[in-house]
């Protein structure tokens, strides 16, 4: 198994940034793709963000395209998530999680978790 823990939440003024990171031990990193997915109160979990296990290539959801970034650097077992240009409705506990096949939009079909971290953007 890969054990994943977020951290970089916060509170932010809308037009902000913040880098989420996504610490990951136990198995091979470079073995799994990276996803960021969220979930806002009273609402379902939500793809944000995916990385291909060499980082070479990304899959966005149409909301942030633009305005995040997510990447990886495997020598420190870490992916993070880049986000410019916070909006109210970016709030959520965000979540990194991690599959070996690539890319996973559907949620549902991660197989390893983080705890998540809240992001909380204010207008």
């Known amino acids: 198994q890969v054990q994943l823990r977020e951290s970089g939440g916060g509170l932010v003024q809308a037009g902000g940034s913040l880098r989420l990171s996504c610490a990951a031990s136990?198995?091979?990193?470079?073995?799994?793709?990276v996803g960021w997915i969220r979930q806002a109160p009273g609402k379902e979990r939500e793809f944000v963000a995916t990385?291909?296990?060499?980082?070479?290539?990304?899959h966005y959801t149409d909301s942030v395209k633009g305005r995040f970034t997510i990447s990886r650097d495997n020598a420190e077992n870490t992916a993070y998530l880049q986000m410019n240009n916070l909006k109210p409705e970016d709030t959520a506990v965000y979540y990194c999680?991690?599959?070996?096949?690539?890319?996973?939009?559907?949620?549902?079909?991660?197989?390893?978790w983080g705890q998540g971290t809240q992001v909380t953007v204010s207008s």
């Open positions: 990385i291909s296990r060499a980082g070479s290539s990304a």
């Open positions: 999680a991690a599959d070996r096949a690539f890319p996973v939009v559907s949620t549902i079909l991660y197989n390893y």
């Open positions: 136990g198995r091979t990193f470079s073995n799994y793709a």
